[in-house]
């Protein structure tokens, strides 16, 4: 059979059901969105479904759908080179390692390529292990960092169960500061703060100091609820780090690249990690390309022995090249500018959204990362559905899902969340279209409030 693009929606449905595999959902009875095109902050389907994409899809497509810098960068690169061994350098290589070096906090400036998030935590956690020669990483239990072994293992988030027994060795978890729901009981996010980094310094002693690599954490929190941190806790966290020698790896796959109103989310925080891990709005999602830039004193270890990490794809031509000109485009369009100035109007209309829905518990937000918790019960703050719900637990945010696909919105709904994450170049009359639809949603929640 011809492998050209088939444009009967049927037959293009039956080839992915019954030749491709979907991630994280059961094999059968899946009934996929056919996507036939995209622009801007809308997705086409091939029955003429006109969709609003409210996450950026995976939080990636931050410059929006179809942007032609994007696929004339990516042509002109290919017409002169498509790849060449990782060890062999190209100009796009080049001057995305150099820009990196300009835009990430600090003193952070060498830049090693993945392929795409997971890999670039795994290569952190390998650098970070063969330069302090210690093996323990420690992580908080609401975070997710991949899929590969050692992410999901180092991630506390559930969708890692499954893999337990044979889970990666030498990951600590800790609880997250979470002040909504804060484990320590506090009155204030300052007094959670105290009380979390207490905890952290706890579990660092426990675990043995001179056997503790690294602390891995996001920049800011994404699809485990976008968990704000407290004030001082990020800083608080690095003091804790420097005084016991323990490396910071700071995760900011889902919070780089303009997402949260800086360039990346711990640029909120003052702080300037020791690795910095990056995809998805390295390259907006268009390609397939991640990294982790670290200090330089980390490198120069490594000046007089050899550096054993590599992939075959590391530093992808083509793929710098569709990052070059994505950075150009965050820079030329004012995006994360945008993104701030957006991520109030938001906070502003979810303002407005509490007062109308008691279904409304809490609503965390950075820029234009940010999450709705539903309650049954303000003052008992019940979740509408628990952390890690099974299919029994979720009737009612079944329900509210549904209602988001049916008036036409792409956003995760997950457990009691619905996230709002939609591309940087939105507008206030988009996040009022997207807001409308929420609003509808959610008044279905509101029915199993008491």
């Known amino acids: 059979m011809s492998t050209q693009t088939q444009t009967n929606p049927a037959e293009i449905l039956k080839e992915n059901l019954e030749h491709t595999i979907f991630s994280w959902n059961k094999q059968g009875g899946l009934n ?4 036939e095109s995209a622009k ?37 690169q290919m017409a002169e080179v ?17 820009t990196l070096s300009e835009i990430t906090p600090g003193t952070l400036n060498r830049t090693f390529f993945t392929n ?18 210690r093996h323990k990483i420690i992580t908080l239990y609401r975070s997710y960092h991949g899929a590969t072994y050692g992410a999901l293992s180092a991630g506390g988030d559930p969708r890692g169960l499954p893999y337990d027994s044979q889970g990666a060795p030498n990951f600590i978890h800790v609880e997250n500061p979470y002040f909504y729901r804060c484990p320590w009981n506090s009155k204030t996010p300052e007094e959670c703060t105290e009380r979390a980094l207490a905890n952290m310094e706890r579990v660092v002693k426990f675990e043995g100091p001179e056997h503790v690599a690294a602390i891995l954490m996001e920049g800011e929190s994404g699809s485990s609820g976008c968990i704000k941190y407290p ?42 990690p020791d690795i910095l891990c990056m995809a998805k709005g390295l390259t907006a999602g268009y390609i397939p390309l991640g990294g982790i830039i670290v200090r330089e004193e980390i490198i120069k270890h490594f000046e007089d022995k050899p550096l054993p990490i590599g992939l075959t794809y590391s530093a992808h031509a083509v793929a710098c090249a569709a990052a070059n000109a994505v950075i150009d485009v965050y820079r030329d369009e004012n995006l994360i500018d945008n993104a701030a ?17 008691p279904s409304i518990g809490d609503f965390r937000n950075t820029g234009l990362l940010g999450c709705i918790e539903l309650v049954k019960n303000r003052k008992t703050k019940e979740p509408m559905a628990p952390w890690n719900a099974g299919p029994n637990d979720m009737a009612v945010m079944s329900k509210v899902a549904a209602k988001v696909a049916e008036l036409g919105m ?3 709904v997950r457990w009691n969340w619905i996230f709002i994450a939609p591309p940087l170049i939105i507008d206030e009359a988009g996040i009022d279209e997207g ?13 199993g409030c008491v």
């Not at 003091?239 to 360039?263: N, P």
Request: glycine share 12%.
């Open 410 to 412: 792409f956003t995760f």
């Open 82 to 98: 498509s790849y060449v061994y990782p060890g062999m350098i190209t100009e796009a290589r080049g001057r995305l390692g150099k």
């Open 341 to 357: 100035r957006m991520g109030k109007y938001v906070e502003k209309r979810v303002a407005e959204l509490t007062q109308k829905h």
């Open 32 to 35: 996929p969105l056919n996507i």
């Open 116 to 133: 795409g998030g997971a890999d670039a935590i795994e290569n952190a956690i390998k650098l970070a292990r063969l330069y302090t020669g």
């Open 231 to 272: 004030p001082g806790y990020w800083k608080g966290v690095k003091a804790i780090a420097d005084k016991y020698g323990i490396l910071t790896i700071c995760d900011e796959v889902m919070s780089g690249f303009g997402r949260t109103g800086k360039w990346f989310g711990i640029d909120h925080h003052g702080v300037v």
């Open 40 to 76: 801007g902050i809308y997705l086409h389907t091939r029955d003429g479904k006109k969709i609003i994409d409210f996450s950026s899809q995976l939080m990636n497509v931050n410059i929006g759908h179809g942007h032609p810098k994007v696929a004339e960068a990516v042509a002109k």
């Open 435 to 447: 807001m409308e639809i929420i609003s509808k949603a959610i008044a279905v929640a509101d029915e």
